[in-house]
């Protein structure tokens, strides 16, 4: 009982920093930035994953950190990649930009996401050996209905900003 009041505390609290992304209603407010939003999308994808598997205090205190560390390390994976890929757009935007250059960014652009699937495949052969094969399949849906469902509310609110027009350029 007290982890849920806990939980419902703490996702109040991720989602009341995640509102000024989701109010499109407010566009004079500042935007968080991306990867604030990447962490918080993060550690509400933990904590849902902790209460869909109904995970045990014994199970929680292995998995929970193991998996922070894995998520912390895609954010950094990330946050280059963005970086990358906006070098990559200016390059590709650029006529005088030399081909190995631009080889150069996409190959590390590729080797990135190449990286990230390895921590997901490193976090789920953690997970084969932490968790019952009941809670395994429900790790499995999991996955795919909360990436599901973020891809939807993305879709809403890209769907929203088309309607108010492009949201304000960052310099």
Do not use: C, H, W
Request: aromatic residues 6%; charged residues 30%; proline residues 5%.
């Amino acid at each position: 009982m007290k982890q849920r009041v806990l939980f419902i505390l703490f996702a109040a609290a991720v989602l009341a920093a995640a509102l000024p992304v989701l109010a499109q209603d407010a566009p004079a407010a500042p935007a968080p930035d991306r990867q604030s939003v990447r962490q918080n999308l993060s550690t509400l994808r933990l904590l849902r994953l902790t209460e869909a598997l109904e995970l045990t205090e014994v199970q929680t205190a292995k998995i929970f950190p193991f998996l922070t560390r894995v998520e912390k390390d895609k954010l950094n994976i990330q946050k280059g990649v963005s970086e990358d890929l906006r070098a990559l757009r200016a390059l590709n935007r650029d006529p005088a930009a030399k081909e190995a250059d631009i080889l150069a960014r996409a190959k590390a652009i590729l080797d990135a996401r190449m990286e990230v699937r390895s921590l997901d495949d490193e976090a789920d052969k953690f997970l084969e050996k932490q968790l019952t094969g009941a809670q395994m399949g429900k790790y499995v849906i999991f996955q795919l209905d909360f990436y599901r469902g973020l891809e939807n509310t993305f879709d809403q609110i890209r769907q929203r900003r088309g309607q108010m027009g492009p949201p304000p350029i960052k310099k």
